[in-house]
């Protein structure tokens, strides 16, 4: 039997204490007999992943200051210290990697942890070849990639890691002013990746957004070079006088949605239904006094979904939010310059689910940190899809409202263990039974 607090929540809040990972490496380093003592780094959280009373992730980034050199930690947490004990043992099965300053992967039992000092996290060993100076050398030699290097170049700043499955680099060319952004994929992603992104250059005349450009696909590596787009993230500009910029948004979609349809994957609603249960189950593990609510609320959407009038089938982004956007500002008389990126998940599909999902981010981001307005921008998004030629199902666009409102109490809310995040996940489930009620 479960107890109600999952232990795990203080765990990861210890972790993310300042100076947490600091002290723990500078412990390990110690009982794993290496002279002198570990350089002191500033550690940043960058990202957590927490699955109640199964595991957490918790990747860190360190930079001293006035040094362009970062060190990645990446640390496992478990219910118990058995499960990490063994965890490390396991770890330590594997060659030990090249060019770590103290010990690759140690034990921290206040937390119940296993850490990894990147490039020796768990099973994702490409990484290494953007890492490490040498290596990265190599690679791009081997790709045919003539950037003039000094000695001591800037590496590629990590920005995502999830063992196992992809990386995310960026890297600001040295010598120019262009940045390039490097993914790393599971077998056969970066296949699909590079597919997507020339299928909307060979379009991009029909289109009122600009897309990453694919400068390079290492097939080696699975790695794909992208380039970096201009503008702001929207989401950090989603406030009451963003309504011209989202309407562009709206606008830009709306192109997208109006390709003719020749796609090969497809998207529906019966499986984002599939993907909602799969991922509610850890909502109701993590708020059991909600679980209840959860449920009755997944029976409803399922119910409405069965009787949901099918679209006609349009190219969708598939993972669209405020994230995934950057916009410029209007210069003289042009409207804001808008860019769309992460394009791993085109596909043929309802444009409901791309507008619902940015109407459910638009409201959650207001909630999160308090702005006022997101009524505003959810009347200019739609406006400017309308303008650029867009049409929706309102039935249909309110179930993908409902269903991206309640899959971001999981993404936004819970996975993050975010400030606050109980609060705003009760809120996002509130709203999205409000939405559903209406069905």
């Given at each position: 039997?479960?107890?109600?607090?999952?232990?795990?929540?203080?765990?990861?809040?210890?972790?993310?204490?300042?100076?947490?990972?600091?002290?723990?490496?500078?412990?390990?380093?110690?009982?794993?007999?290496?002279?002198?003592?570990?350089?002191?780094?500033?550690?940043?959280?960058?990202?957590?992943?927490?699955?109640?009373?199964?595991?957490?992730?918790?990747?860190?980034?360190?930079?001293?200051?006035?040094?362009?050199?970062?060190?990645?930690?990446?640390?496992?947490?478990?219910?118990?210290?058995?499960?990490?004990?063994?965890?490390?043992?396991?770890?330590?099965?594997?060659?030990?990697?090249?060019?770590?300053?103290?010990?690759?992967?140690?034990?921290?039992?206040?937390?119940?942890?296993?850490?990894?000092?990147?490039?020796?996290?768990?099973?994702?060993?490409?990484?290494?070849?953007?890492?490490?100076?040498?290596?990265?050398?190599?690679?791009?030699?081997?790709?045919?990639?003539?950037?003039?290097?000094?000695?001591?170049?800037?590496?590629?700043?990590?920005?995502?890691?999830?063992?196992?499955?992809?990386?995310?680099?960026?890297?600001?060319?040295?010598?120019?002013?262009?940045?390039?952004?490097?993914?790393?994929?599971?077998?056969?992603?970066?296949?699909?990746?590079?597919?997507?992104?020339?299928?909307?250059?060979?379009?991009?005349?029909?289109?009122?957004?600009?897309?990453?450009?694919?400068?390079?696909?290492?097939?080696?590596?699975?790695?794909?070079?992208?380039?970096?787009?201009?503008?702001?993230?929207?989401?950090?500009?989603?406030?009451?006088?963003?309504?011209?910029?989202?309407?562009?948004v709206g606008r830009?979609?709306?192109?997208?949605?109006?390709?003719?349809?020749?796609?090969?994957?497809?998207?529906?609603?019966?499986?984002?239904?599939?993907?909602?249960?799969?991922?509610?189950?850890?909502?109701?593990?993590?708020?059991?006094?909600?679980?209840?609510?959860?449920?009755?609320?997944?029976?409803?959407?399922?119910?409405?979904?069965?009787?949901?009038?099918?679209?006609?089938?349009?190219?969708?982004?598939?993972?669209?939010?405020?994230?995934?956007?950057?916009?410029?500002?209007?210069?003289?008389?042009?409207?804001?310059?808008?860019?769309?990126v992460d394009w791993?998940?085109?596909?043929?599909?309802?444009?409901?689910?791309?507008?619902?999902?940015?109407?459910?981010?638009?409201?959650?981001?207001?909630?999160?940190?308090?702005?006022?307005?997101?009524?505003?921008?959810?009347?200019?998004?739609?406006?400017?899809?309308?303008?650029?030629?867009?049409?929706?199902?309102?039935?249909?666009l309110d179930w993908?409202?409902?269903?991206?409102?309640?899959?971001?109490?999981?993404?936004?809310?819970?996975?993050?263990?975010?400030?606050?995040?109980?609060?705003?996940?009760?809120?996002?489930?509130?709203?999205?039974?409000?939405?559903?009620?209406?069905?």
């Amino acid at each position: 039997m479960k107890p109600e607090v999952d232990p795990l929540i203080e765990r990861v809040a210890l972790a993310r204490k300042p100076g947490a990972l600091m002290a723990a490496w500078q412990a390990a380093w110690e009982s794993n007999g290496f002279p002198g003592s570990p350089k002191k780094h500033p550690f940043a959280v960058v990202e957590t992943h927490y699955r109640p009373f199964v595991r957490a992730r918790v990747f860190f980034e360190g930079v001293r200051p006035g040094k362009p050199r970062r060190r990645y930690f990446f640390a496992q947490l478990f219910p118990d210290l058995a499960q990490a004990e063994a965890r490390l043992a396991q770890a330590r099965l594997h060659k030990e990697p090249r060019r770590t300053t103290g010990p690759s992967s140690f034990l921290v039992p206040e937390w119940c942890a296993v850490v990894w000092e990147l490039p020796g996290g768990p099973k994702l060993r490409i990484v290494r070849s953007f890492m490490q100076r040498k290596a990265f050398r190599r690679t791009l030699d081997r790709m045919g990639v003539d950037v003039p290097l000094d000695k001591k170049f800037q590496l590629p700043q990590l920005l995502r890691y999830v063992p196992r499955k992809r990386a995310v680099f960026r890297w600001p060319v040295p010598g120019s002013s262009e940045v390039l952004f490097i993914k790393l994929y599971e077998p056969g992603g970066d296949q699909i990746a590079v597919h997507n992104l020339n299928w909307l250059r060979e379009r991009a005349t029909h289109l009122s957004f600009d897309s990453p450009e694919a400068r390079q696909h290492f097939v080696r590596r699975r790695a794909v070079f992208m380039q970096g787009l201009e503008g702001e993230v929207l989401s950090s500009q989603l406030n009451a006088s963003a309504q011209a910029k989202v309407f562009e948004v709206g606008r830009a979609l709306a192109s997208l949605h109006g390709l003719e349809p020749k796609l090969e994957r497809t998207w529906s609603s019966l499986e984002e239904l599939g993907a909602l249960q799969r991922a509610m189950g850890d909502v109701e593990v993590g708020m059991p006094v909600e679980a209840s609510q959860v449920t009755e609320l997944v029976a409803r959407l399922a119910h409405t979904q069965s009787s949901l009038k099918l679209g006609p089938g349009v190219p969708i982004h598939g993972n669209f939010f405020g994230d995934q956007v950057l916009v410029q500002e209007a210069r003289g008389a042009a409207p804001p310059r808008v860019g769309i990126v992460d394009w791993d998940d085109l596909t043929l599909g309802d444009g409901e689910f791309d507008v619902g999902r940015m109407i459910a981010h638009i409201r959650y981001v207001h909630w999160q940190e308090n702005r006022t307005g997101s009524k505003l921008l959810e009347e200019a998004l739609l406006a400017g899809y309308r303008a650029g030629g867009g049409r929706l199902d309102a039935r249909r666009l309110d179930w993908y409202v409902a269903v991206c409102l309640l899959m971001r109490a999981k993404i936004s809310g819970l996975r993050k263990l975010a400030p606050g995040w109980h609060e705003l996940a009760k809120r996002t489930l509130d709203e999205s039974a409000r939405v559903a009620s209406q069905l």
